[in-house]
Structure formats: C-alpha cells, structure tokens
C-alpha cells in the first residue's frame, strides 16, 4: 500500500520537475505490483493498474505514443478485474479513463480511436449518473462531447450537435461559482462547437461561440492561467474572423489583435507548436483585412505563413503544413505572384495526396478528405489560367476528382483477380502503421531525422503506385472521330473545355451565368424532392409527376441556354460523331445528352443529310453516341476493359419503391439486345 500511495503522492506532486515527478509514480507503481500480483491481491493489483495507466496517460518522458499504449494497456488489465458487477464505480472511472486514453492515441487509426473513446465514455455513464454521481458525470459528459467534436466518422453536423448537447449538460454541474476551471474549460469547448456548428443560424452560432470565450476569460486570466488565456485568445481570434454581425473591418483587427497577446505569452522557444499557429490564424487575419495597404497586409500575411512552415514541417506536421501551403499560396494568388503561388501549391498538392495514401480508415474517411481540399485544387487551376497553363490546368481539375473508384480499378489492374492479395494488403498495412508510429515518434524527438519515414514512404508507393494522368494521356484515349467535354464549376463561373486528339479549347461562362444555374438547379431539385416527398400513388402525386413531366422540356431547354450549350459544340469540329462528358459536383445528375440544341448545329454535325429535324437534342448530333465518366483518368482505367462485341450484360435497376416490378421501357429495350436474358 505504501508503494502504491507514494506513487499516487508523486503524480499529484506540485514542488518539482512535473516528468521526474511521473517518472517516480511509475517506479513506485511497478514495485507496488511486485506483491500486488494479479494472484494474490487482485483488487488492489487493478488499482494500481489504473493508477499506473493515469501515469502513463500524464508521462512527459519517452515516446509519447507508446506511453499512451502502455495506459491502455494497464487500463485493459484493470478491467479484468473491475467488472461493472462487482466493481461499478471503479470499473466506470476507468472506462472514463480509457476513453481519455483512446481519444488521445496516436497509433492505429484515428476514425477507429474516436469511436472507441466513445464507447468507453457512453459505458462510464451507465454508472456514472446525474443523479448519483453529477461531479463524475459532467466530467464525462465533456469527455464524450470533446469526442463528438473530432469524431470523423458519422455526419459532421449531427456529431457536432451531440458535441453541443453534452457540454450543456456538462455545464448544469459545472457551474462558475462551483468549479470555476472545470467551467471555463467547458465554455472553451462549448465555443469551439459553435464556431463549426452547421446547423443553426451561422451569425448565431459565431456570436454564441465569442459569448463562451469571453466567458472563459473571466477566469482564465492572463496571470493566473496565462497559458490558457493565450490559446482562448486564439479561439477568440478564429471567431472573430468568420464573424458575420458587426463591422467587417473591425471584426478583423479584433482577430489580429487576439492573435497578437496571444503571441505575447507563446513564443517559439517555449511554445513552438502553439506559436506556430498563432503565426498561421495572423497571416489569415491579415489576408483578409480590409483597413491598411492590401499589398502591405498581404506581405504581412506571407511572412506569417513563412514563419509558421519553420515548424509546421511536411515530415512532422504533413496535415498543417499542407494547410499552411495552401494558405501561403492563396496570399501569392491574391499578390498576383502567380509563380510562387503555382510552386506552392504543387508542394501542397503533393503533401495532401500523400497524407490520402495514409488513411486506413476506409472510403468515407477518404471522400471527405477530397471534399475538404477541394478548395486547393480549385486553386491550382485559377493559378495555371492566369500563368496560361491550361494543359497542367485540365491535369489539375482531374487530379481532384472521383480518386476512390480510381483507386479500385487501379487496383483490378495491378492485381487481376480484383483486390490485393493477402500477402501484399498485410505489407501494406504495415508499413501504414510503421509510417504511423515513426510519424507520431518524430513529433517527440528534439532532433528528429526523417531519414527512416521517407523510406518507408517510397517502399508504400513503390508497392501501391496510382499516378495522375497527363494532358498528352487524356488526348491518347480519343480517336479523330472521338471529343470530351470536361466540366469544372468554380466559386463565381464554369468552364467547358473541348478535348480532342491534338487540340484543345476552353470556354468560361460569366458570374450571371453561374448565378442562374445555381437558380435552375434549386428549383430543379426543389420540384424533384417534393414529389418524392408525397405520398407513393397519391393523386397529389401523380399531379406533381405530370407537372414534371410537362415542364421538363422547357427547364432542359432553359439549361441549355444557361451552358450556352450551341456556342461550345459549335466550337466542336464537324467530323467528331461520339462525344464524351466529364461532368463536374452536380452537373453528373443533370442529363447533358437530353439538353435541345438548334437546327443548325444538328446540320453542322450531320451536312450530309438532307433534312433537319425540327427539335433536335444533343444525343442526335453524334452518330456513335454520347458517354459518360466521372473523369479521365477513369476513362482511362476503363478503356482497357471495353469490348465492343460483348454477348452477356448484368445490370441492377435503382432499387426503390416506386420502381419495384416496373418495366418503364428500358428493360424490354435491352431484352432485345441479347438472345437470352433473366429478368429477376
């Protein structure tokens, strides 16, 4: 017992060196557990188990991810014996700690860790209720909400509405007046909820997220807690930039000036991390002032960023390090400094498509990765326009698109049988985690040497490769007789460019245009979701559905004016006769081949013939057809798999409701394709 105590005394310990303090609680623990054996005094063997865990969670020395492995370890041996029957309240405190210990692990993946915590959490709370224990169970609520807010798994806006819920009720036992640091605490997570909140009133939620800051800082002084001060200053700072109500200008230097006192307590020999990005929230401020020299704010803005990549290095910090890029180039764009901003963002690029390649978490985790640095990629391609780069510019627009199904057919094609062998996925697999564990051993290393990541990073590649495809690649898919249309949708306008084997030509519509398709397709889905909405074979209905029906020419027609569709196939040489589209976010729903066209640029496709027929739709122009695909470099995946002559087709009608033992005309038309054919 007196080991066991000692080693509680050190890790509470307030005089002396914080990590020697820990250092001799994990020595006084392990020789507690010299007679507590598992055998003998199994109760107080769990004890110090959780005890030692604790240590190993707060451990300053060592390697910080297998510190926390070692935590869970101990808390896992605690577990066995702290069963939730004979031990509730001890078996509830450590489930609590062992989400803390999940939430926090570094190995293995982070999607999986987070749900992990939360499982451990909702356990604890079984045990641990408002009623019985209010202290304990505030202070879970507030773990599982810091939980919520980082879940990657899950709809983000339902996660963060949870986080929202559980810091609430947190804060009915967390009072000011009762835990006044446990409270602030609490408001400072309350805060970050509502600055990413999704639902809800967007100036509300700023507004909410700034009052629980401010609340913070009523405790968290600059003298008492000056550490804490200065990252709420940066939380308040980060408000202050997307805030909505109040004057912009004034918004701004609110926001710079939050990030200046917070630099006044984090400095980049104490605290480089925490400098790091103050540096990076500064250089945002001042890419959006608007009281100064705006070529004056942006040199402030470049320097920051600059600053801010002497720590946010791509070996260790590759996710902040690829953002700080993409903001430094964003502030070369904005200077017109479209070389340095072209360069950077090649680096960005890079740096994100690799961190792609480290996921483990599966596809959903990879799809909002591509929705996020979706921004970047628009970058790029403004950037390659304005340098008259418009081949990298195709190159680049394809680059961000449809990368999962890429990636599996890629697959097909370097393993035939359609997935990696076994063998080769268990390589893979390691060397993600042997990546994951270096990665997170660096961040600990006072002189880090990125010698033995790097290798690992070129074996991965060199065994799982996937390079994007060329403007002279995408031209040797197509025949004389074959073009595309690539579609890309940027922030104010779309483009169409036309590709054939050896020309290129790109169209871009006006800030108008792109308004009255963001119009169009409002009220085209609009009337499209209320008749699903109704009631199946309802009178109402069926009124909506003729409704649709009637007015669907005229809305096709209209879309047709609004994409100019006669000017850019005008552009199309005459001899073309099978078009390919590459649409672009919500242009792949829309159908393109039904959109009309006229008269005249029927006859510029079809000269031969000798009549012209008097309402003309695009499929009509081109004799061999009009295709989709997602993008070129699945266009090119597919192209070794086309068979013009094939005998057997299995298809899967879309499996709703309202489809079930239909035949709308498409099935008998196919039955007719083939000598024999099922229909199940």
Wanted: proline letters at 4%; one cysteine or more.
């Amino acid at each position: 017992m007196t080991q066991n105590n000692l080693g509680a005394t050190y890790r509470n310990r307030i005089l002396g060196g914080k990590a020697e303090n820990i250092e001799a609680a994990i020595v006084a623990y392990d020789r507690a557990l010299t007679i507590y054996t598992h055998e003998a005094f199994p109760v107080d063997w769990a004890t110090t188990q959780n005890n030692l865990g604790l240590a190993y969670n707060d451990r300053i020395i060592g390697e910080k991810a297998e510190n926390i492995e070692q935590a869970i370890a101990a808390y896992d041996r605690a577990l066995t014996i702290y069963t939730r029957e004979a031990f509730p309240v001890d078996w509830a405190r450590t489930q609590n700690n062992l989400g803390i210990a999940y939430c926090n692990r570094i190995l293995e993946d982070k999607a999986e860790n987070l749900e992990q915590a939360i499982a451990a959490y909702y356990r604890a709370l079984t045990i641990y209720t408002h009623k019985d224990f209010p202290v304990d169970w505030a202070m879970t609520k507030n773990n599982l909400g810091s939980a919520y807010f980082h879940r990657i798994l899950g709809k983000k806006a339902e996660n963060l509405e949870q986080a929202i819920a559980d810091f609430n009720l947190a804060l009915t036992v967390r009072t000011r007046e009762d835990f006044p640091v446990d409270w602030a605490m609490t408001q400072i997570c309350l805060g970050n909820a509502y600055l990413y909140r999704i639902i809800g009133d967007e100036a509300n939620n700023i507004e909410q997220a700034i009052a629980a800051y401010e609340l913070a800082l009523t405790v968290y002084t600059h003298d008492a807690f000056p550490v804490d001060w200065a990252m709420t200053q940066i939380n308040l700072g980060s408000a202050y930039s997307k805030r909505i109500l109040g004057e912009p200008s004034e918004n701004l230097e609110q926001d710079i000036a939050a990030y200046n006192a917070a630099l006044t307590v984090y400095n980049r020999e104490a605290f480089p991390v925490n400098w790091a990005m103050t540096q990076s929230g500064l250089g945002a401020a001042y890419c959006y002032r608007i009281l100064g020299e705006k070529a004056e704010n942006l040199e402030q803005a470049i320097a920051a960023f600059n600053e801010t990549l002497t720590v946010y290095t791509r070996d260790a910090f590759p996710e902040n390090h690829a953002e700080t890029l993409y903001n430094l180039g964003s502030a070369y764009q904005d200077a017109n400094n479209f070389n340095l901003a072209y360069r950077t963002f090649e680096i960005a690029i890079e740096t994100v498509e690799y961190l792609r390649g480290e996921i483990a978490s599966g596809d959903e985790s990879k799809r909002k990765q591509a929705e996020e640095w979706n921004r970047l990629y628009v970058r790029m391609i403004e950037t390659c326009l304005a340098l008259g780069f418009t081949h990298q510019a195709i190159e680049y627009s394809d680059r961000s698109k449809t990368r999962n199904l890429v990636e599996l057919l890629a697959t097909r094609h370097l393993y035939p049988k359609g997935k990696i062998p076994e063998n080769q996925r268990q390589k893979l697999q390691q060397l993600r985690r042997e990546i994951d564990v270096e990665k997170r051993r660096l961040t600990t290393d006072s002189q880090p040497d990125y010698t033995q990541i790097n290798q690992l990073r070129q074996r991965y590649n060199e065994l799982y490769p996937l390079a994007p495809i060329s403007f002279e690649q995408i031209q040797a898919l197509l025949d004389d007789n074959t073009a595309i249309i690539k579609w890309y949708i940027y922030y104010d306008c779309f483009s169409a460019t036309i590709i054939t084997h050896d020309n290129d030509i790109r169209w871009q519509s006006s800030q108008l245009d792109w308004e009255n398709l963001q119009k169009w397709l409002n009220n085209y889905l609009q009337t499209y979701i209320a008749i699903k909405q109704t009631e199946p074979e309802s009178a109402e209905q069926q009124e909506l559905q003729n409704h649709w029906r009637n007015r669907l020419d005229l809305r096709l027609k209209n879309l047709a004016q609004i994409l100019h569709i006669d000017d850019i196939l005008a552009q199309i040489p005459s001899t073309i006769n099978q078009l390919i589209f590459i649409p672009h976010r919500y242009l792949h729903i829309l159908p393109l081949h039904s959109l009309p066209v006229s008269p005249e640029i029927w006859q510029h496709f079809n000269p031969e013939s000798g009549s012209t027929p008097s309402h003309p739709y695009l499929l009509d122009c081109f004799n061999s057809g009009v295709r989709y695909a997602p993008s070129c470099k699945l266009l090119q995946e597919l192209q070794p798999q086309q068979r013009p002559k094939f005998e057997r087709l299995f298809a899967i009608q879309t499996p709703t409701e309202d489809l079930y033992e239909k035949d709308l005309g498409a099935v008998t038309a196919i039955k007719k394709q083939f000598t024999d054919s099922f229909v199940f």
